[in-house]
């Protein structure tokens, strides 16, 4: 099939995220998966609201990079664990935050049991509308490389 043209292939339906493609970067050919294309284009919007607890460690987390709050109900407080930083080596997570916010709607942006947000084991509260930040992690810990409030 390698000499077919682009439109003689079938169409891939029901994609997983997991499918690869090619890009070129300089003067060489990579693979990349569909689910790193989507999300650099696209942002993950994440409903939140008081009580609640997310794990960005979880799987369904693995590839987002951007996270867009929107803030959800009655004032309060709710917490975004961070993925575990050991595992995490490189990568670059940036948050921010809807109109909805104001300082009584909290997001507490926290790190594993262990790990540190700028060396801090406090967690990162975004309480204002159109907050972010960014967050690198070093493979140890995270740090802030960037925040606008």
Do not use: C
Request: proline share 2%; charged share 20%.
């Amino acid at each position: 099939m390698a000499n077919l043209k682009i439109s003689e292939l079938t169409l891939a339906t029901n994609p997983t995220g997991e499918e690869l493609l090619v890009a070129v970067q300089g003067d060489t050919t990579k693979k990349i998966k569909i689910n790193q294309v989507l999300n650099y284009i696209t942002p993950t919007s994440l409903t939140v609201s008081d009580g609640e607890t997310v794990d960005l460690g979880d799987e369904e987390y693995d590839e987002v990079e951007m996270i867009r709050l929107h803030w959800d109900g009655a004032n309060g407080s709710m917490t975004l664990n961070l993925p575990d930083a050991t595992v995490s080596t490189n990568r670059v997570l940036r948050f921010i935050s809807n109109g909805g916010f104001q300082t009584a709607t909290r997001v507490e942006l926290t790190a594993v049991s262990g790990q540190t947000i700028d060396g801090s084991v406090s967690s990162y509260t975004i309480n204002k509308e159109y907050e972010g930040i960014q967050l690198w992690s070093d493979g140890v810990e995270w740090f802030i490389i960037q925040k606008k409030a």
